[in-house]
Each structure stands twice: as C-alpha cells, then as structure tokens.
Nanobody
Framework: VQLQASGGGSVQAGGSLRLSCAGI????????MGWYRQAPGKQRELVAH???????KLADSVKGRFTISRDNAKNMVYLQMNSLKPEDTAVYYC?????????WGQGTLVTVSS
C-alpha cells in the first residue's frame, strides 16, 4: 500500500493549484485522510482533514481559500488551493489511515511567488 501525490508546482500569488493523492495497492478500507505541509525551517503542520463521511476541517490560515475533498470509490483525496499566498510555499504531504495503518505520500512541492 502506498500514497502517491501529484499536482504541485510553481504559481504566482493569487493563483490556484489542485493537489491529488491516490491510494494504491491492496486497500480494504480508508478512514480519515488529510494534507499536511512543511515549509523550510518549520515543523510539519496539518492543512486539511476529511473523514470517510466527508466531514472536513481546515487550518485557520487556509479557511476560505482551500477545499479538501475525497472520492472513496477511487481511493483519492484532493486539495483545491485558491488565492495562493507566498506563505503557502511548502512541501505538501497527503496522509491516510488505510487498513488500520497510517501512510504518507512522498510530498509535492508548492512554490508561490509574489
């Protein structure tokens, strides 16, 4: 089982990006899923979280700009990021509880220039 993230890149402030994360392998159940990020010199922080029933929670710093969603049939989780700011620059990691274990994606870099 692994998580494969994609969709990072470079964008100017005010732009948008959509991150995707796919669960791959022998998956029987996926519980909570989320996105974290780690900026240079900072600790990893929770950005957004979604339960299996699609109840969501967003960090205060991204509320009103980011949206998390999931597709249970495809074992996917998404992060739509709008109105991006330079302070959103970080490596973004997806996370999921799969088959009673916690898994992390490989990280995808998001760079926002002013």
């Amino acid at each position: 089982v692994q998580l494969q993230a994609s969709g990072g890149g470079s964008v100017q402030a005010g732009g948008s990006l959509r991150l995707s994360c796919a669960g791959i392998g022998s998956i029987f159940s996926i519980g909570d899923m989320g996105w974290y990020r780690q900026a240079p010199g900072k600790q990893r922080e929770l950005v957004a979280h979604v339960t299996r029933l699609s109840s969501t929670k967003l960090a205060d710093s991204v509320k009103g700009r980011f949206t998390i969603s999931r597709d249970n049939a495809k074992n996917m989780v998404y992060l739509q990021m709008n109105s991006l700011k330079p302070e959103d620059t970080a490596v973004y990691y997806c996370n999921a509880f799969i088959n009673s274990g916690t898994y992390w994606g490989q990280g995808t870099l998001v760079t926002v220039s002013s």
